[in-house]
């Protein structure tokens, strides 16, 4: 069994501010996490993924995040928010043996000031 | 340029009536996903097929069912249409290392 939990379904940062977006995850095998941005009325686009290569994984439009086993999480952080940037973000596992399906959390919505 | 297209943006369907979702894929991928997404609620799986005319159950199946004839084409068929299937709808594709989703179908059932 594999669960996403995303902490704060709403956060609010201001312009050029650090942008920390928390996941953590449970998962009974070794995972593959993602990140997915959806901007309104729109599909998911893949922002990045950890598939058990290098823990810090860097991403589009300047995200990263990183990968910590003992903390089972995945956090998204990006150093300096746009006011682009402002969409709802989902963190997701899947099991990195054989086929499986996304599981995804519940969704962060990022909410940028000027 | 990868490609999942779903057939419709935005439909609007009476109560009772039958209602069919479909999505087509253009980069061979052997697995199809249904996703309902609502808000709060993230995004929850309907049903997968991971081959032509092989289909299994996610975790909202009730009042769905789907249909894979070809490998490029799933669709998602709603018996008949309830004011509670009310939702946006997503469609993916892709292997053990990553999905690629549509734009989504918002569906309002009256």
């Known amino acids: 069994a594999q669960s996403v939990t995303q902490l704060g379904s709403h956060v609010s940062v201001s312009e050029g501010a650090l942008v920390l977006l928390r996941c953590n995850y449970s998962?009974?095998?070794?995972?593959?996490l993602f990140w997915y941005v959806q901007y309104p009325n729109q599909g998911l686009q893949l922002l990045l993924k950890?598939?058990?290569?290098?823990?810090l994984v860097k991403g589009i439009n300047g995200f990263e995040a990183e990968f910590k086993k003992s903390e089972t999480s995945f956090h998204l952080t990006k150093p300096s928010a746009h006011m682009s940037d402002a969409a709802e973000y989902f963190c997701?596992?899947?099991?990195?043996?054989?086929?499986?399906?996304?599981?995804f959390g519940k969704g962060t919505m990022l909410l940028v000031s000027p | 340029d990868v490609k999942v297209t779903q057939s419709s943006r935005y439909l609007v369907k009476r109560t009772g009536e039958k209602v069919f979702l479909e999505c087509v894929q253009d980069?061979?991928?052997?697995?199809m996903f249904w996703y309902r997404q609502d808000p709060g609620l993230g995004l929850r799986l309907i049903y997968f097929?991971?081959?032509?005319?092989?289909?299994e159950k996610g975790d909202i199946p009730e009042g769905y069912s789907v249909s894979r004839e070809k490998k490029e084409r799933f669709s998602l068929i709603l018996e008949s249409a309830s004011t509670n299937q009310t939702s946006m709808y997503l469609c993916?594709?892709?292997?053990?290392?990553?999905?690629?989703f549509g734009q989504g179908t918002r569906l309002t059932v009256v």
């Open positions: 993916a594709s892709g292997d053990s290392t990553e999905a690629f």
């Open positions: 998962s009974s095998v070794p995972p593959y």
């Open positions: 950890y598939t058990s290569a290098a823990t």
């Open positions: 997701a596992v899947t099991q990195n043996s054989g086929y499986s399906t996304l599981t």
């Open positions: 980069m061979d991928h052997e697995n």
């Open positions: 097929s991971y081959d032509v005319k092989m289909k």
